[in-house]
């Protein structure tokens, strides 16, 4: 590379600063900042430009924070027991195996997720208190009450994963999550387009679905696995 | 004609009113210095509205500013009043099932303007600014929750959304600014010109003259930079500026919507394997007490390995047809 490459690549330090900052756990606020202010001076671009681009971009990205406008009513129905309500829901359902319990689970936050509601559900609020507990009371319908350490770090595991999973591909269904506003305000900021949200957020079905089929199978395939293990455990218990 | 502009001002009331009511609270540990971050972030999003008329750096200053007061750990949530779990309970019997029509009443009204009023006109001028459907659905549509629930769930105050909210917003605390800082980062990146230089270098890295390779190039590059940052947020506006608009879709002429919607996706199926999304990968496993906290990205890898290479499909076909 010539010497002009390196001064263009100067800049590029900054990436280096939010990857070493994020590395050593810093506040991500203190770090994107920091970072952000440092590669634009090193591109040689102006103080007050600096804080211009500060402001501009924040007025033009502030769809993203649109998604907070929902808390007030999620807020009100948290008061009088929604969480409450949706656990007696899922009680109900209380004759399923660990990993059927856990596919019904990652179809409702899933589906929930995708209507906005990505409060419903989480693992502070349901997959601790809830399904776990539920999952686990399946499991020890086959391998007693005494399941292996290995066995109960398996299913919360995938307890948590089907959690996860379901909200990363849920949410991007519903118009007004952060990322499709980030799509459509990062694209329509710099390059003068105007995306419609609804566009971003129907073109992420494909991958959900496919993501509640991949996903599914293995939970599925927990179910055989559990068997498998405990049943083998069960039959040295009883030789013991 | 109806913009989008008044959201901004009721997200702005909403954060300003969060502000007050915390500079009020006695109660509260860091008091002045979470209502100076509040105050600030719902003050911004007014002042955003006149930026043509005002200028811009005054707006920089005040985002930088509440950048440090919550970067340096000055706030944190207070204790708000709330119901206890057992009132819940007996009111999640007594309620039952009505308790999910607020809830709904959000995503049916938004779905509603979006899809139906859209493509409405009045005097040859349509109803809704174009572009902006989804966003004022979404305002219209917490307006008329909030009006259902209250009609429905009766509370004995009638302004207690408001501070349920402010429970919630507390609780999300300084990270409701980070997605918008990510932005803004995202912006100086690109007048640095650090996405022209990623895009030399995976030019230099791999010939991008090929559809296959620049799609595979944006989805990996998404992908991988997600891993390192914790966040696709953060990779996107670098990967986008880099190779996914002057590549694929200024070169290739691939269809925006459904490029950057799937490579979003693509970039998730890294969060799902980096342990630097904590909130999302290491924090379970400590609040399920598991032995090994690596567990969950284990179960979770093979996923976004299939998924990765779904997306990589879609993305040569959909935004191409």
Redo the contacts between chains.
Sequence with gaps: MDEH?HA??L??L??LM??MG??L?L????V??I???F??L??G?SP?H?????????????????A??????????????????AK?LIDRAAALTAGRLLLVYLFVRQTAAA???T??GG??QM??PVI?PMAEAAAMRIGGDELP?DVT??I??????A???GA??GE?I???I???L??????????H?????????L??I??AI??FV??GL?LLRLDRTLVGRLSANARKTEAD | MITAEWIYWLAGGFFLTTGIEIALDRSHAKRWTNALFWSLLGGSFFYGSFLGRLPSWPLGLSVIAMALVAGCGLTSAGAVETTSEAQREESARRKGDLLFVPALTIPLVTILFAVGLSRVTLRGLPLLAHGEATLIGLGVAVMAALFVGTLLLRPKQPFVSLREGRRLLETVGWAVLLPQMLTVLGGLFTQAGIGTDVGLIAEHVAPLDSRIVAVIVYALGMALFTVIMGNAFAAFPIMTAAVGWPVLVKHFGAHPAPMFAIGMLAGYCGTLCTPMAANFNLVPPALLEMRDKYRQIKVQIPTALALFVVNVCFMLVLPFA
């Design positions: 490459l263009v690549m800049p590029l900054g990436v939010v990857v994020f590395a756990r506040n991500p606020l203190i994107v900042t970072a952000g202010i590669s634009a090193l591109a671009i007050l600096i804080l211009n681009a500060f402001g501009t971009g924040f007025a033009n990205s502030r769809s993203i924070s649109l907070f406008i929902v808390l007030p009513v999620v807020g009100l129905a948290e008061r009088f027991g929604l969480q409450q309500r007696m209507l906005g509601l409060s419903i693992v502070a997959v601790r776990y350490d770090d398996e919360k595991a995938h307890a948590a994963a959690d996860t999973v990363f591909f991007d519903f118009v007004a952060g990322s499709v980030l799509i459509t305000s990062y694209v329509d900021a710099n390059y387009l105007k995306l419609d949200p609804l566009q971003i957020a073109w992420a494909p991958t496919a993501a991949t996903h293995r």
